[in-house]
């Protein structure tokens, strides 16, 4: 028979924290992602539970490491998230491809910084938002059609 008992001590708040953070990570980026890939577009489920969750995970260890100084590790990530949104744009002579896929993984990793921040309220209500303002000018153009 195994002795486990050694995860006793092992397993506090701050791990519990991170699984709760990392489970709605999981579920936040799985619906978005979810929805991109439904419309066929870039950067869908593994993009957004990775940005999601590294956000999340990133922002934790900054609070744990430096309480005093949160903000140096997320102004990191908004700087690593900026680099990642750069490469995902593309420019076709006149045209721009991708500002709204990076758009989103941007606003992804606002969502994991709200998770690693504990505030997994905030970062439901932004991943439902996440889900219904891509097909808001689905709808308006909808609407507009029937009127024509």
């Given at each position: 028979m195994t002795d486990f008992s050694f995860l006793a001590?092992?397993?506090?708040?701050?791990e519990l924290q991170f699984v709760t953070g990392l489970i709605l990570?999981?579920?936040?980026g799985y619906a978005i992602g979810e929805e991109r890939e439904s419309?066929?577009?870039?950067?869908?489920?593994?993009?957004?539970i990775f940005v999601?969750?590294?956000?999340?995970?990133?922002?934790?260890?900054?609070?744990?490491?430096d309480p005093a100084s949160p903000s140096r590790v997320a102004s990191q990530v908004i700087?690593?998230?900026?680099?990642?949104?750069?490469?995902?744009i593309l420019k076709e002579g006149?045209?721009?491809?991708?500002?709204?896929?990076a758009a989103s993984v941007w606003y992804a990793a606002a969502i994991g910084m709200a998770i690693g921040s504990g505030l997994y309220i905030i970062a439901s209500i932004a991943g439902i938002a996440a889900?219904?303002?891509?097909?808001?000018?689905?709808?308006?153009?909808?609407k507009f059609d029937e009127h024509k």
């Open positions: 001590g092992a397993i506090g708040v701050p990570s999981f579920a936040i419309r066929g577009k870039d950067a869908g489920i593994s993009t957004h999601i969750a590294g956000s999340a995970l990133f922002t934790m260890l900054g609070m744990m490491m700087t690593g998230i900026g680099f990642l949104g750069a490469g995902l006149m045209s721009v491809k991708n500002l709204t896929t889900i219904i303002v891509p097909r808001i000018p689905h709808i308006g153009r909808k």
